[in-house]
């Protein structure tokens, strides 16, 4: 590759996009790398304010932009992950799927570590639609030593940073506890906003139980939605610390593990997560009738792509677990319990 001076370059392969930018109109490529310069380019190039441009001249062990973001982008890519053909000398990533991106961590630092080569992704943990860009990959300079590619694509030969799970087809049911729902006092309003949620992932839906503020009832219940094979139980009701609160004591009884009473998020502090085999009991505080999102939108996505939390999850959440409360909600598009 070389420099020269434009009206010199003619019949020469440009080895580089030429963007140009109006502002308010238009923002993209007027030349595309590869493209042979003619004689009527020359106006339009000194008028995008390029008097040099960079021509080809291919030397030993040297690779484009484009090339080098390719193979990054090929390296870096997991499970339901496509990208597309560079643009400017950049590559997206795209989820094939409705899934949950999970991000290697400590990969994708490893590799933005080698210098001149840059991957900016979404957050670990991020609800992505089918075609939602997840991440872009691009080195600086305009060509580069090949050595650096094959680094990074000998960091990703065994693990991938980016993989898209999909939900999983799991059957759910929710318990609805409180004695003044059960008893016809006030009309419950926490089941619709559950099933709402539940449907999202595609769960085969079990259900609603009510059970009044009685902790054998509540655990009948739990047993009730055990035995139909319920792999997600949500109870709503009788989180908190009221005299008739009995939802945890019912969950702890039928549980074989308890993950967490109570989690570092607001809203979601009283939030509770145990299990028996394989099935999860969410214990789901009255915050998440109220709030659009709370820490149950955070979990539920890791729950069914067949995930089990652990505590350390949980304690994680705190940086970031405080809720602005928004006029105009944007989760997941926040940092909320990441
Ligand atoms: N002194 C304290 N007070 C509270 C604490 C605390 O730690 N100390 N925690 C607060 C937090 S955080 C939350 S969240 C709520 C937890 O509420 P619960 O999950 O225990 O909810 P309930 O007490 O059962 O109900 C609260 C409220 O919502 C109504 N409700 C409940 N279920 C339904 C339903 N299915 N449909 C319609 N309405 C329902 C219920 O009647 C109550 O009015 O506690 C804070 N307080
Ligand atoms: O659990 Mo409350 O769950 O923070 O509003």
């Known amino acids: 590759m070389k420099i020269l001076p434009v009206e010199k370059a003619v019949g020469m392969i440009l ?40 021509v080809w001249e291919a030397r030993e062990g040297e690779i484009h932009e484009d090339e080098a973001a390719i193979r990054i982008a090929r390296s ?24 949950l991106l999970k991000v ?13 080569v840059t991957v900016a992704s979404l957050p670990d943990n991020f609800t992505v639609e089918e075609g939602q860009k997840i991440a872009g990959a691009r080195v600086i300079p305009l060509v580069i030593d090949e050595e650096i590619i094959k680094k990074v694509e000998m960091i990703c030969s065994e693990r991938k940073i980016f993989n898209v799970k999909p939900y999983r087809k ?17 009309k419950d309003r926490f089941g619709p906003i559950m099933i709402k949620k539940l449907e999202y992932f595609g769960a085969e839906f079990l259900g609603q139980i009510f059970c009044p503020d009685d902790v054998n009832l509540i655990i009948k219940g739990i047993n009730e939605m055990l035995e139909k094979n319920a792999e997600v139980v949500i109870l709503t009701g009788g989180m908190s610390v009221d005299a008739d609160d009995l939802t945890p004591k019912a969950i702890k009884e039928c549980s074989e593990h308890v993950v967490t009473y109570g989690a570092p998020v607001q809203p979601g502090n009283m939030f509770m997560l145990a299990y028996r085999g394989n099935s999860a009991l969410l214990g789901v505080p009255g915050c998440a009738m109220y709030h659009r999102t709370t820490i149950l939108d955070a979990i539920l996505p890791r729950i069914f792509i067949g995930e089990r939390l652990k505590k350390e999850d949980f304690i994680k959440m705190g940086l970031g677990g405080l809720c602005q409360g928004c006029e105009v909600c944007r989760y997941p598009n926040c940092y909320f319990c990441r």
């Open 170 to 186: 799991m059957k759910a049911g929710i318990i609805t506890t409180g004695s003044e729902v059960y008893k016809g006092r006030i």
């Open 104 to 116: 290697d961590q400590e990969l994708l630092y490893e590799i933005n570590s080698v210098d001149l």
């Open 76 to 99: 870096v890519s997991g499970e339901n992950v496509v990208f597309d053909e560079p643009y400017e000398g950049k590559s997206s990533l795209k989820s094939a799927i409705k899934g």
């Open 15 to 54: 080895c580089q996009d030429v963007t140009k930018i109006v502002p308010g109109e238009f923002k993209g490529r007027a030349f595309k790398k590869g493209h042979i310069i003619k004689e009527e380019d020359i106006q339009e190039l000194l008028k995008l304010g390029k008097e040099h441009v960079y």
